[in-house]
């Protein structure tokens, strides 16, 4: 098995939430020039994949995998190998109910203690038997290192995977934080392997002076979109 350099939380110009100025084909360009193997872009509530943006990326020798960050109960998250009846999940027994339909899927708990009402929470350790792994994420600096702390916990405690992302909004910041996984280039080995835990997060810690000019441009570009929307 090859390591495979995989970006799995990533967000594009569709996305209905948040306003992302790349499209899909720029952020494929930006990850072949960084040697990804396989990404999944994770817009808000919609799968963002056809045959098209799938042969795009073979052409660049990526593997592309249909996926979604959903929104269930206003918390967050992500389901790889999705198809479009993931758009319709509302509460955690729909996504009980999908996991059952659809077993070769992947759920992750998206940035779980961030302290945000998006974030999971106490509702990561109520329904932990729906979730394959828990995020690691890129939003952090050497000094705000607990940001992850509590995730790491929760995987030991129920012996979860962790996997990192850039959770990626602005490109400049796509490679800060990725995983290597040890697997085969194909969808069901690359889950496996996540399922497996046979992952490896490489990850850099922000300069803490930038994180709140980083949150600051992220809020005022939703903000400019829902006026922009009205």
Not at 5 to 23: E, F, S
Not at 96 to 125: M, Q, W
Not at 160 to 170: A, E, R
Request: charged residues 30%; positive net charge; proline residues 3%.
């Amino acid at each position: 098995m090859a390591k495979l350099k995989v970006q799995l939380h990533l967000h594009t110009r569709q996305d209905p939430v948040d306003n992302i100025r790349h499209t899909e084909k720029e952020v494929i360009d930006n990850a072949a020039r960084l040697g990804y193997d396989v990404l999944a872009i994770t817009c808000h509530n919609v799968v963002i994949f056809n045959e098209d943006l799938k042969k795009y990326a073979e052409e660049k020798r990526i593997l592309l995998i249909p996926a979604i960050e959903k929104s269930i109960r206003k918390k967050h998250v992500i389901i790889l190998n999705a198809d479009i009846h993931a758009q319709k999940i509302k509460t955690f027994e729909d996504l009980k109910e999908y996991r059952a339909r659809r077993p070769d899927c992947v759920t992750i708990a998206a940035h779980p203690y961030y302290g945000c009402g998006i974030s999971l929470g106490k509702k990561l350790d109520e329904h932990i038997d729906l979730f394959d792994a828990i995020e690691y994420s890129w939003f952090h600096s050497k000094k705000t290192r607990h940001l992850n702390a509590k995730a790491i916990r929760t995987a030991e405690k129920f012996r979860k995977p962790v996997i990192g992302t850039s959770d990626n909004h602005l490109l400049r910041y796509f490679d800060q934080t990725y995983s290597l996984l040890d697997a085969e280039k194909n969808i069901s080995s690359v889950l496996d392997a996540i399922r497996k835990n046979r992952i490896t997060i490489v990850s850099h810690p922000l300069p803490l002076i930038k994180m709140p000019f980083i949150i600051g441009e992220m809020e005022g570009r939703r903000l400019l979109k829902n006026i922009l929307l009205k």
